[in-house]
């Protein structure tokens, strides 16, 4: 048997809105390592590994370990990531140290908070006559030495601002937008007390705090938010 690490996004927080694929890994797995309170438990106790492991707190040398020795043992072992794993999941370091002890690793792909906070803000993130771009993006912070929000927000594109929730006064200063400019906060995304919070560049930070938005939320900030007065025209794909 090939001797193999399955990377499974978990999806934004509904634990519906893992992907098949995922599920049926999740369910079938022997060894359970997931990505502490971004993952729903709802979804975690779907699964009926042995072993369940929170990766919150280990370090990368403490999960490679965990990894390898399950690997080792003939188990089945999955690595569960919240949203879509390729988004500030920090896999590839991962993925170096298993390959370097011949383990592979296939990546199941999951719905991203990012699609999470576009379907309750009932939009889209490109939009013809307003915006054909999306940028993610995320501030810098404890492991982040410099951003590019300032450079970025020049380009009138939309934008996705990730980990940043308690720190929305410092972003939205660094916007180049013009302050009216639409935004919105959306907090936990897809779960049951997802709330959101609608303003411009000028006052959304100060909206979102208010409503005690200080963790696991996405800024948006664009003229999507706002399609009708922002220039919104129908597409030929209908046409
Ligand atoms: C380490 S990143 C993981 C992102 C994840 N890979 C994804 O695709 O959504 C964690 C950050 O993602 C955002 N996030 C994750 N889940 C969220 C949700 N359900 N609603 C809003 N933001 C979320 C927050 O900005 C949080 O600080």
Redesign the pocket.
Known sequence: MQRKVWFV?AG??DPDLITIKGLSLLKKADVLIY?GS?VNPVLIARSEARIKLDSWGMDLEELVLAMESAVNAGKMVVRL??????????IVEQIDELEKRGIAVDIVP?????F??AAALGTQLTLRGVSESLIVT?PAGKTLDHDQIRELSGHGATMV?????EKLGEITKKLLCPPDTPAAV??????PD?KIVRGTVGDIAKKATDNGIE????LVVGGVLDPQKRGHTRSYLYS
């Open positions: 996004g934004p927080g990505a971004l990531h919240s949203g879509d794993p390729s988004l500030y999941g920090a999951g719905v991203s908070s990012l999470a906070a995320r601002i990730f980990l940043g929730a959306i907090y936990h995304a897809s779960w997802q963790r696991t939320a996405l």
